[in-house]
């Protein structure tokens, strides 16, 4: 293998990730090939590649999980080899396999590390017997439910279901009591199965307030390994990370370095070459537990390039060619304080969201990895993740602060983001102080939510001045001056009287209090707003479902023309008499059929959407008349699923 110049790589990925891979490639002075479905066919990774290929299709399953089409991509388009990002099939050997019978060079690990190290239970296996640390389980071949259950009560509850298969947090549940498991394991599989093609699960007991630590791990093919560090990921949603930071405020030097050993011991214990990343369990007293290896590069893996000045795809391609590792561990140096925010099209309750962005802004003094334009389309049939934002600094308070401009900085109009959410989460007293384990989110994120629902009412005023006196006038809220305005925010109306009181002065109110305001238009869809002296950058767009997406500053308003809505306080009159799809997806499962009684909180479908699960639950208690969907049917947003009796 020394000696074999990549001349011509194929990325058999898409969006960001495809993005990342083409720059550093093309820095080397490497051909580039792109891979795009039918969905991507206008996509930035597509535009920046010296070729591209069609693969046809929508769908994951149809384009990117297709080993045939890519293989025959890669011969229709003279590539020598193939890096597989991550996601999709990065953790497939059987992908890695056909790729080098091909005669093509796979930048990634060999197919038998793969193997032992991709799934979650051999590498335990693998792990025990290097005396890596690793918490009670059952990992074993017998899948069956009266398995698992009985596995699970030798274990002890609290336990956690995880898919042996993939990562990304899909196919994991928390069990708090035996009445939990079987619902567990049916959500469990199926997800893993989607996602995966594997429905096989094992257990472990569940700790309760751990931190997530991950140790990046490079090897080349001639024995060498080393670590990068940890990274700290405990704030997540669904087992999927929002924030990483390194170092993490809980590892110092001496459990650096213990947890380093362990990461490589396993890597070199399965002939590991390339990178990969170790993930450990680390509980209040300092103790860590594996919980699985990812044998592919990381999302987060900005966060360690930031800390080191190293570029980790220069190193795989380097490492693909044969090349000796570029550093040895004493070698590795760790400056300042690096943190990533994972930012997501999905709204307050981490729905994903699908649409158009009509607008967009990129951050400075940030590092942004993204794939977004302005007229992108964000579909339903691939992961939510819009793209990462990236910051470095000497201290971990100046990181935070910088990320917290950038978050400022970053506009993207059209589709709800978790922009403001992630923002809360970085300014939260929790998180300043270093203190956010893996719990965070599920013990503060109501709070986080309550506090943003309540900055939107907040900035109610400028938001609608800025829309009324924008580009977006003639369209919105036809009224004239000295009359009052009335939009939906939320579930509320608000009446917003608006007066003009001569030389471009305002008078607003939304209440009894007054309030002096100004309105100056900046750019396109784009106003200066003053509210009793403070000032605001207002920009806004007009979505496909006829609301009103506006920017305040840091904060997302999302407003409707309510001319015709009744008066706050009237009666709203009947309940809802259909339950509609809250976004676009696949349905799973339905739970319930004509006749049937339900109370609020039950579980009526189960949709898939950005290849997760959603349950779909009651909102009060009613009978079902009608189901208007089944299993394997597309929704899209506004759908009807389900009718209920009067």
């Not at 000032?535 to 015709?564: E, I, N, P």
Request: with cysteine.
């Amino acid at each position: 293998m020394t000696g074999t110049t990549l001349r011509r790589l194929l990325i058999a990925n898409r969006g960001e990730i495809a993005r990342r891979i083409i720059r550093t490639a093309h820095r080397m002075g490497m051909a580039t090939v792109a891979v795009y479905s039918d969905a991507d066919a206008q996509a930035l990774h597509v535009q920046e590649a010296g070729n591209a290929v069609a693969l046809g299709g929508a769908l994951s399953s149809d384009s990117y999980l297709r080993i045939d089409k890519l293989l025959a991509a890669a011969r229709a388009a003279g590539a020598d080899a193939v890096h597989p990002g991550y996601g999709f099939l990065s953790e497939n050997a059987d992908f890695a396999q056909a790729v080098l019978d091909a005669g093509l060079i796979w930048v990634g690990p060999p197919p038998a590390a793969i193997r032992a190290l991709g799934n979650k239970a051999s590498a335990k296996e693998v792990a025990l017997e290097r005396k890596v640390p690793c918490l009670p389980g059952y990992q074993g071949p017998d899948q069956s439910d009266a398995r698992l259950v009985a596995e699970a009560e030798r274990i002890g509850y609290p336990v956690m279901v995880k898919a042996t298969a993939g990562g990304g947090g899909r196919g994991m549940r928390l069990v708090l009591e035996p009445s939990q498991l079987q619902a567990a394991l049916a959500s469990a599989r199926s997800e893993a199965l989607s996602s995966f093609g594997s429905g096989d699960l094992l257990l472990e007991r569940a700790l309760l307030q751990p931190r997530h630590i991950e140790v990046q791990v490079f090897a080349d093919a001639h024995g060498h390994c080393i670590h990068l560090g940890e990274r700290d990921c405990s704030v997540q949603r669904r087992h999927q990370k929002l924030v990483e930071e390194s170092p993490s405020p809980a590892v110092n030097a001496d459990l650096r370095e213990r947890m380093g050993a362990c990461a490589v011991a396993l890597a070199q214990a399965a002939g590991y070459v390339g990178a990969g990343t170790v993930e450990f369990l680390l509980d209040e007293q300092s103790e860590f537990f594996l919980m699985e290896m990812n044998t592919r590069l990381q999302v987060e893996h900005p966060v360690t390039e930031a800390l080191t000045g190293l570029d980790l795809v220069e190193w795989q391609l380097r490492i693909a060619q044969g090349e000796v590792l570029p550093l040895r561990q004493e070698d590795v140096v760790f400056q300042g304080h690096a943190i990533e925010v994972r930012l997501c099209a999905e709204d307050d309750n981490f729905a994903p969201r699908a649409g158009r962005v009509q607008h967009f802004t990129e951050p400075g003094h940030a590092r942004f990895d993204h794939a977004l334009q302005a007229g992108c389309e964000v579909t339903p049939f691939y992961d939510s993740m819009l793209g990462k934002l990236i910051v470095h600094a000497a201290t971990r308070a100046e990181a935070i602060n910088r990320l917290l401009a950038a978050l400022d900085g970053t506009q993207v109009l059209g589709l709800p983001t978790n922009r403001a959410f992630l923002a809360a989460c970085l300014a939260h007293p929790v998180f300043r102080a270093g203190q956010a384990l893996i719990p965070f989110l599920a013990e503060h994120g109501d709070s986080i939510r309550a506090s943003l629902q309540e900055r939107q009412v907040q900035l109610l005023l400028p938001a609608v001045l800025g829309l009324h006196f924008g580009d977006g006038a003639a369209q919105f809220l036809p009224c004239p001056f000295g009359k009052t305005l009335r939009v939906l925010l939320g579930e509320q109306v608000f009446a917003v009287r608006v007066t003009e009181t001569g030389q471009g002065r305002l008078e607003v109110s939304a209440g009894a209090a007054q309030h002096a305001a100004t309105c100056v238009r900046i750019g396109p869809g784009q106003t200066w707003v003053t509210v009793d002296g403070l000032g605001s950058t207002v920009q806004a767009c007009r979505v496909a479902d006829g609301r009103w997406h506006v920017q305040v500053g840091a904060t997302d308003v999302w407003l409707q023309d309510a001319s015709f809505e009744p008066a706050a306080g009237a009666s709203s009159g009947s309940p809802a008499m259909e339950l509609k799809a809250p976004f676009n997806g696949k349905v799973i499962a339905v739970r319930v059929a004509a006749g049937v009684s339900i109370k609020r909180g039950d579980t009526l479908l189960v949709i898939e959407s950005m290849k997760l699960e959603h349950a779909v639950c009651a909102t009060r208690d009613a009978v079902v008349a009608a189901v208007a969907v089944e299993p394997g049917q597309q929704t899209a947003p506004g759908q009807v699923l389900l009718r209920f009796e009067a």
